[in-house]
């Protein structure tokens, strides 16, 4: 059943990212059917994407990361060192961790996979509008295979220093500023650590960071 839409309510604008005429179009076709979410542009490899971002300043970028020239993991870099208020997602269809950390650790605040439904990566936009951190599960699994022989998760050690402040109750406005870290790269962090560890929430983040830290 579809609601009515408030004209008022400002739709989510977002940028494709893809390599692929094809998958660009098909996006394009998906994003354009709904209410709430408007692409405003497009780019075909990571060094048009940042100009594009910075040209169109738009709330979220579905990132490929496989791409001719810059990949999307550096273009994800280059759009969070601009500082221009976007959010990354990827959509690819890798699901190595190496990928995955890569593209966390670069700013990306969700990972999602070309073979989820459609209707998973509008989910997947609309989550990352209202600030979640969407992983794809098979992503996640691939992110908990990365854990050592020893049981216990490898984590950077920024995601270390985040989990820490999380243990003492810091909110993520709080750990950027102790950090000297955009909220979003807090965001980022904690998306690969809460999957790493094997966690859905901040409350379970630091139960498991007293018991392991």
Do not use: C
């Amino acid at each position: 059943m579809t609601g009515i839409i408030d004209e008022a309510t400002p739709r989510v604008r977002v940028v494709l990212v893809d390599d692929h005429a094809v998958i660009r179009a098909g996006l394009q076709q998906l994003l354009g059917g709904t209410d709430d979410i408007e692409v405003v542009g497009q780019a075909e490899n990571g060094a048009q994407a940042l100009e594009v971002v910075r040209e169109l300043r738009p709330d979220v970028v579905l990132m490929d990361l496989q791409m001719p020239g810059v990949d999307g993991v550096t273009a994800t870099r280059n759009i969070m060192a601009a500082n221009l208020g976007v959010d990354v997602l990827v959509l690819t269809s890798y699901s190595d961790g190496e990928r995955i950390v890569g593209a966390l650790d670069a700013g990306a605040v969700g990972y999602l996979l070309k073979d989820a439904d459609p209707e998973d990566v509008l989910e997947g936009i609309r989550a990352v509008s209202r600030g979640e951190s969407p992983i794809h599960p098979k992503a996640a699994r691939a992110l908990l295979g990365s854990r050592s022989g020893s049981g216990q998760a490898q984590l950077t050690s920024r995601e270390t220093q985040v989990l820490g402040l999380v243990r003492a109750g810091l909110a993520n406005k709080q750990i950027a500023r102790r950090l000297e870290i955009s909220e979003r790269t807090v965001k980022a962090h904690l998306t690969s650590a809460f999957a790493r560890i094997g966690v859905g929430d901040r409350t379970q983040a630091a139960l498991w960071a007293e018991r392991n830290l």
